[in-house]
């Protein structure tokens, strides 16, 4: 009779076990994968290979639900991850405790999969990210495959200003970012200015939060999958206005405009005074002194 309990419990469990490790998986490749990579290398944030040895679980569930939070408070663990990874923060993700041990379950089984990950990062608990993975670091580069030249470049324009319509009706770039490349055109201030993105983050890094965003307002602006066209040509425009933004002169795009509307100001002005001088009314609106009343 034991025997037959056990094995219902067994039974009714095992889909349980599999669908909890199945929610780990999902829930890493829909908030976390845009950013990291595990024993991949680095891209917008760390890889996150052998992260559960280097913090423990409580910290990491404050850090993975809201790290800007911890960041404020001073955390010094927090604040070290902040300032490595060029202060892009993480959005904070309303996840569960049980949720985020999933996630970090999930990480340890690929780990798992990878010959002596878990004891390399166990070694190198303690040293920082950047040194960690220095040797992952090819992984970015080789991805980093971005070439020069007008053509894409005005390509990349024409999505970013929303010239081009995006293949699955996305937002233009500009209506929530600014770039520096040299446009009087601008852009948003509802998000960061990206103008120096494609050194802080790389191709990898932004073909990946093109291709998963990780912001609630960017995936609700980008409703569906870029073309592999439109992220290379997005690639090619921000690769450009880094590389350019140390050497352009910026001419602010508030006193462009400013001066923009003095001059259509000036120009309706004298056109009205002109206008004015040399109109026609006609005489039976003309009024006669002879009809005025006396005073």
Same mark, same amino acid.
């Given at each position: 009779?034991?025997? +037959?309990? +056990? ?10 076990? =599999?669908?909890?490790? =199945?929610?780990? &998986?999902?829930?890493? %490749? ?6 990291? *990579? ?48 060029? %202060?892009? !923060? ?7 405790? =049980? ?13 798992? @999969?990878?010959?002596? /990950? ?6 190198? &608990?303690?040293?920082?990210?950047? /040194? ?6 090819? +992984? *970015? ?7 020069? #030249? ?7 324009? /024409? $999505?970013? $200003? ?5 293949? #699955? ?17 601008? @852009?948003? %201030? ?7 993105? $494609? ?14 965003? !990780? ?8 409703? @569906?999958?870029?073309?592999? &066209? ?23 795009? @508030?006193?462009?405009?400013? +001066? ?30 002879? #009809?005025?009343?006396? /005073?």
């Amino acid at each position: 009779m034991t025997k +037959v309990v +056990v094995s219902i419990i067994a039974f009714f469990s095992f889909p349980v076990l =599999q669908l909890n490790a =199945q929610s780990g &998986e999902e829930l890493f %490749k829909s908030t976390c994968s845009a950013c990291h *990579t595990i024993n991949k290398g680095r891209i917008v944030g760390p890889d996150l290979s052998g992260v559960y040895n280097r913090r423990d679980n409580n910290w990491l569930i404050s850090f993975i639900r809201s790290s800007q939070k911890l960041i404020k408070a001073g955390d010094p663990d927090a604040v070290a991850i902040f300032n490595e990874y060029n %202060k892009v !923060p993480m959005p904070d993700n309303n996840l569960t405790d =049980q949720q985020i041990i999933s996630i970090i379950d999930y990480i340890r089984e690929v780990d798992k @999969g990878a010959p002596g /990950t878990a004891e390399k990062a166990k070694a190198t &608990e303690g040293i920082p990210d950047s /040194t960690r993975i220095a040797a992952d670091s090819t +992984v *970015t580069a080789a991805a980093d495959t971005i070439t020069l #030249n007008e053509e894409t470049i005005g390509k990349g324009k /024409t $999505y970013f $200003y929303g010239i081009s319509p995006f293949a #699955n009706g996305a937002t233009p770039c500009m209506s929530c970012h600014n770039i520096d490349d040299g446009s009087l055109l601008g @852009g948003g %201030k509802l998000a960061f200015d990206l103008t120096t993105s $494609y050194t802080k983050l790389g191709s990898a890094g932004i073909t990946a939060i093109l291709t998963n965003p !990780p912001f609630p307002a960017m995936k609700a602006a980008i409703p @569906g999958a870029l073309t592999e &066209e439109e992220i290379s040509s997005l690639n090619s425009l921000l690769k450009s206005a880094a590389a350019n933004s140390a050497s352009r002169v910026s001419f602010p795009v @508030g006193l462009a405009f400013f +001066v923009l509307a003095f001059v259509i100001a000036i120009f309706i002005a004298a056109f009205t005074f002109l206008l004015y001088d040399d109109r026609n009314i006609p005489e039976g609106n003309i009024l006669n002194s002879k #009809n005025l009343p006396n /005073t």
